[in-house]
């Protein structure tokens, strides 16, 4: 049978081997005469005082990739010789295996598909290589070893989570004689768990109002904008519909609603997903107002002088005005041609003392 030392590739007694001229050994009487006919020729070595031999593959025989057989004959120092030849056989393959493939697995491809960058930091690596061969993964200087299956496919979860960064990856397989095929082409692996950045607020000029801040609007179709990642794409939800718009390359991003909005408080979400398929989200709402405010005016009880308190006739010469609307609201009020603001109060009502004489009438 072949030693040890020739039965090269994972298993040192299955016979097969990738040395062109292995070494044959074996056990039998001491000092007995073996003859080993090999490839037509006969070959003779005399085992030695405890009964072991060795004969090697002589070098000036070509052998081709695939089984040899040989055969055994023993005649011990007496003269004896044995009833019927052995008959052994090897496989020799000197033939490396086809480099392996390699790629993330689509269970780990975040984000955008075949790009090799994720964020999860234990991926799993997966490809194709000879069957039953072993298969040797570096990684960042670490080695992992596996066997492909029967079918040629092997899968690798990495143990031990990856910090952000590029790995080099790379990938030779073994076959069971013990050839190395080439290093499959490296792939570069990328672990990036960062979280994108997104904000998003109402423009100024379309916050009409009292204050240009609120989320307060006239505005049925408003402008929305904000900031993300440069050259994504921008998920706007608001009433239950997805909008949709993609950041320039520093990241700005605007949307003006195409549907006008009827008057109700919506609350809205922002969403970015960058390359990796991490998101991030943002929200806020908006109260769209397009109904003018009711308003009354009168003057007030205590400046309407004489017999009917809500006839408007005075003879107070700076009388009161008083009136009630929505609560907070801006109040303009013309008098004589002159315009005057005050603002409502909590409840809604509000004042106005006239502040120069009137004439009589």
């Given at each position: 049978m072949l030693s040890t030392e020739s039965d090269t590739g994972s298993s040192n007694t299955d016979g097969v081997t990738n040395n062109p001229h292995p070494l044959l050994t074996g056990t039998t009487k001491p000092l007995a005469i073996i003859t080993v006919t090999f490839a037509g020729k006969s070959f003779?070595?005399?085992?030695?005082?405890?009964?072991?031999?060795?004969?090697k593959v002589p070098e000036d025989l070509v052998l081709d990739d695939g089984e040899h057989v040989y055969t055994l004959s023993v005649k011990d120092a007496a003269g004896n010789s044995a009833s019927s030849p052995l008959e052994g056989r090897f496989t020799l393959d000197t033939t490396p295996p086809s480099p392996p493939t390699v790629y993330l697995d689509a269970s780990s491809d975040s984000g955008d598909s075949g790009d090799n960058i994720t964020y999860i930091t234990t991926p799993t690596l997966s490809g194709k290589s000879e069957p039953h061969s072993e298969v040797l993964i570096t990684i960042d200087g670490h080695v992992y070893?596996?066997?492909?299956?029967?079918?040629?496919?092997?899968?690798?979860?990495?143990?031990t989570p990856l910090a952000d960064?590029?790995?080099?990856?790379?990938?030779?397989?073994?076959?069971?004689?013990?050839?190395?095929?080439?290093?499959?082409?490296?792939?570069?692996?990328?672990?990036?768990?960062?979280?994108?950045?997104?904000?998003?607020s109402l423009r100024e000029s379309d916050d009409s109002g009292v204050s240009n801040s609120d989320?307060?609007?006239?505005?049925t179709q408003p402008t929305?904008?904000?900031?993300?990642?440069?050259?994504?794409?921008?998920m706007f939800t608001i009433n239950n519909v997805e909008?949709?718009?993609?950041?320039?390359?520093?990241?700005?991003?605007?949307?003006?609603?195409?549907?006008?909005l009827a008057d109700e408080t919506y609350e809205y979400t922002v969403t970015v997903k960058n390359t990796v398929g991490t998101s991030a989200t943002a929200s806020g709402s908006i109260t769209v107002d397009t109904t003018p405010p009711s308003s009354d005016a009168s003057l007030d009880?205590?400046?309407?002088?004489?017999?009917?308190?809500?006839?408007?006739?005075?003879?107070?010469?700076?009388?009161?005005?008083?009136?009630?609307?929505?609560?907070?609201?801006?109040?303009?009020?013309?008098?004589?041609?002159?315009?005057?603001?005050?603002?409502?109060?909590?409840?809604?009502?509000?004042?106005?003392?006239?502040?120069?004489?009137?004439?009589?009438?």
């Amino acid at each position: 049978m072949l030693s040890t030392e020739s039965d090269t590739g994972s298993s040192n007694t299955d016979g097969v081997t990738n040395n062109p001229h292995p070494l044959l050994t074996g056990t039998t009487k001491p000092l007995a005469i073996i003859t080993v006919t090999f490839a037509g020729k006969s070959f003779s070595v005399q085992a030695d005082e405890n009964g072991l031999w060795a004969w090697k593959v002589p070098e000036d025989l070509v052998l081709d990739d695939g089984e040899h057989v040989y055969t055994l004959s023993v005649k011990d120092a007496a003269g004896n010789s044995a009833s019927s030849p052995l008959e052994g056989r090897f496989t020799l393959d000197t033939t490396p295996p086809s480099p392996p493939t390699v790629y993330l697995d689509a269970s780990s491809d975040s984000g955008d598909s075949g790009d090799n960058i994720t964020y999860i930091t234990t991926p799993t690596l997966s490809g194709k290589s000879e069957p039953h061969s072993e298969v040797l993964i570096t990684i960042d200087g670490h080695v992992y070893s596996l066997q492909a299956d029967e079918n040629g496919d092997w899968q690798l979860t990495l143990d031990t989570p990856l910090a952000d960064g590029h790995y080099d990856v790379t990938v030779v397989a073994k076959d069971n004689a013990g050839n190395m095929s080439e290093t499959a082409g490296n792939m570069t692996l990328v672990i990036d768990t960062s979280i994108p950045e997104i904000t998003v607020s109402l423009r100024e000029s379309d916050d009409s109002g009292v204050s240009n801040s609120d989320g307060i609007t006239r505005v049925t179709q408003p402008t929305f904008y904000g900031t993300a990642t440069p050259n994504s794409t921008v998920m706007f939800t608001i009433n239950n519909v997805e909008y949709h718009v993609v950041t320039d390359t520093d990241g700005n991003w605007s949307l003006t609603l195409p549907d006008a909005l009827a008057d109700e408080t919506y609350e809205y979400t922002v969403t970015v997903k960058n390359t990796v398929g991490t998101s991030a989200t943002a929200s806020g709402s908006i109260t769209v107002d397009t109904t003018p405010p009711s308003s009354d005016a009168s003057l007030d009880e205590a400046s309407d002088s004489g017999q009917n308190s809500q006839d408007n006739i005075t003879n107070v010469i700076r009388p009161i005005i008083t009136g009630t609307t929505e609560p907070e609201a801006d109040i303009e009020i013309i008098f004589n041609g002159v315009s005057h603001t005050l603002k409502a109060g909590t409840d809604g009502s509000w004042h106005y003392a006239i502040s120069s004489d009137l004439l009589m009438l």
